[in-house]
């Protein structure tokens, strides 16, 4: 059977290198290399097991528009595309308070651009803020290996300023300053109610 990639391409194997081989006895180094939304996955199952909070990622409304059926158990779909505009990534409820949220990762070193964001997400964010919902992102600077929560009040303040003609970044500095770090723990790679404690 031909495994096939999203745009039709024909996968194929990788070519046996030439080199030496490694040893079968290697180091685990866990879960290094997850992406910012498999750590937030990750850490809101915990939250939810142990009865902390109850957090989910939005799924994405698409609309399915051709869909194939190959087998009788089974369906393959051909054409979909976005039907609307999402919002947040994440929403919930933490200790009978609303959480809406954003996550974003980037490899600049000193700056966040604001280009990650879009104006439909700043206008949920202020929409959920106006009816006493806790609004924030969850910034994570890959190469410095760093995860902030970052306010939506402080985010709406460098939205603002582009929109009338400022810089299109947040500054490392101003998010490392007024951010809440959030640092991994044993069971959780990112823990970030207790860094929300510190916004209720």
């Known amino acids: ?49 142990t009865g902390q909070a109850v957090v989910h990622k939005k799924p994405t409304p698409i609309k399915i528009v051709k869909v194939d059926y190959p087998k009788r158990s089974a369906a393959v779909i051909k054409e979909a595309y976005f039907s609307t505009a999402s919002t947040t990534d994440y929403n919930g409820v933490y200790q009978g308070h609303y ?16 280009k990650n964001f879009h104006q439909h997400q700043i206008d949920h964010m202020r929409a959920c803020s106006a009816q006493g919902g806790i609004c924030f ?51 959780l790679p990112i823990p970030y109610l207790k860094a929300v404690d510190q916004l209720l």
Do not use: C, H
């Open 137 to 187: 992102a969850i910034i994570k600077f890959v190469t410095r290996q760093e995860v902030f929560l970052y306010r939506a009040t402080d985010l709406y303040a460098f939205w603002d300023a582009q929109q009338a003609g400022g810089r299109k970044s947040i500054p490392y500095a101003d998010i490392a300053a007024k951010g809440i770090l959030i640092t991994a723990e044993l069971q």
């Open 99 to 114: 959480l809406d949220f954003d996550a974003k990762e980037t490899r600049n070193k000193s700056a966040f651009p604001l």
């Open 1 to 49: 059977m031909t495994i096939r990639y999203p745009n039709g391409n024909a996968y194929q194997a990788p070519a046996t290198p030439t080199g030496p081989k490694f040893p079968s006895t290697y180091t685990n180094y866990g879960k290094r290399g997850m992406t910012l939304e498999e750590e937030l996955n990750e850490s809101n199952t915990y939250y939810e097991v």
